[in-house]
């Protein structure tokens, strides 16, 4: 399976990753501009009313931006949805997203025919993160047009597998899109995905130190500051293992070496998105991949610095 024709309008092969709370639209915006895939979570516009505002802002700046620059038009964008039974804004936010006809749908937390049904019948193309080749089958098997795979060392929700392993299971049966995820944050890791059998990279926390993105100053020089050793992975704040930033939850009192455990059943999407995230939300999500970000800048320099390194370490490569 080739990659599709929307995947291809991309200044090089990253996906902005969605970040819980922190995406928003002049995030998203800017990354399109730059030309990567920008995304956000569906639940990040609350009330869900605020979805159908959000899409507007996007659809409205990138297609003037594609008006006044034709030369460089415009990255498409995605929009994520949890499709966990407990997310009870589900199909309201799908109907909003069919509205507008989205051109890329990312999924998570579970994956539902009903959705890739829709989202094909208004010609777009769904993703759908995995964080094994179980998971990853299954979500093919549902109509998933491609995947991207969670691996050991991602923001947030994350896998343990190494990324290695990840990809050359998953490449074994599976041809079509796929994108990984996982410490993604230079242009040389960027091609490392690549060489290793991914058609993108998927990359999020270096976007969190960025001018557009929706976090706090406290946050964003966490991120700067701090390194793989930094991170921790717990289960406690959702119910399903992921990695945060070491100083967020000490200073929520808590011994991040002594972390109790969560259960799956504990999390809950409320229709504002709360629930466990609301119980945690000083508690920030990041990856292993943040030993390279050193200063915040806007997103478009960020791309800028991506493309500069992944272009050299391909010429160095091909040198060698």
């Given at each position: 399976?080739?990659?599709?024709?929307?995947?291809?309008?991309?200044?090089?092969?990253?996906?902005?990753?969605?970040?819980?709370?922190?995406?928003?639209?002049?995030?998203?915006?800017?990354?399109?501009?730059?030309?990567?895939?920008?995304?956000?979570?569906?639940?990040?516009?609350?009330?869900?009313?605020?979805?159908?505002?959000?899409?507007?802002?996007i659809t409205e700046a990138l297609t003037e931006h594609d008006r006044d620059h034709p030369e460089r038009p415009s990255a498409p964008f995605a929009v994520n949805h949890i499709v966990h039974r407990s997310n009870d804004r589900f199909e309201a936010d799908l109907a909003t997203t069919g509205e507008w006809k989205v051109p890329i749908v990312i999924t998570s937390l579970g994956a539902r025919v009903e959705l890739n049904d829709a989202v094909h019948s208004w010609g777009g193309i769904t993703l759908h993160d995995i964080i094994d080749d179980v998971y990853a089958r299954k979500a093919v098997e549902k109509g998933a047009d491609?995947?991207?795979?969670?691996a050991a060392g991602a923001g947030g929700h994350a896998g343990h597998w190494s990324p290695f392993a990840l990809v050359q299971e998953i490449r074994k049966w599976f041809d079509g899109p796929l994108c990984l995820s996982g410490a993604i944050a230079s242009g040389r890791a960027v091609l490392a995905a690549k060489a290793a059998g991914a058609d993108f990279a998927y990359v999020g926390s270096a976007f969190i130190a960025t001018d557009e993105a929706r976090a706090s100053d406290?946050?964003?020089q966490y991120i700067?500051?701090?390194?793989?050793?930094?991170?921790?992975?717990?289960?406690?704040?959702?119910?399903?293992?992921?990695?945060?930033?070491?100083?967020?939850?000490e200073n929520a009192g808590l011994d991040p070496d002594a972390l109790e455990r969560g259960e799956p059943e504990a999390m809950k999407f409320g229709s504002d998105?709360?629930?466990k995230d609301k119980a945690w939300k000083d508690i920030w999500g990041?990856?292993?991949g943040i030993g390279v970000i050193d200063r915040i800048c806007p997103a478009a320099e960020?791309?800028?610095?991506?493309?500069?390194?992944?272009?050299?370490?391909?010429a160095r490569l091909c040198a060698s």
């Open positions: 399976m080739a990659v599709p024709d929307i995947l291809k309008r991309v200044r090089i092969p990253v996906i902005g990753a969605p970040l819980f709370i922190i995406s928003n639209p002049q995030l998203v915006i800017a990354q399109c501009k730059a030309g990567i895939v920008g995304s956000f979570p569906a639940l990040n516009a609350r009330p869900q009313s605020q979805l159908d505002e959000w899409l507007h802002e491609g995947l991207i795979a969670v406290d946050y964003k700067v500051k701090g390194g793989a050793a930094d991170i921790v992975y717990s289960s406690l704040f959702t119910g399903i293992h992921g990695n945060y930033l070491r100083k967020s939850i998105g709360s629930g990041s990856g292993q960020l791309v800028e610095r991506l493309e500069r390194e992944y272009v050299e370490a391909k």
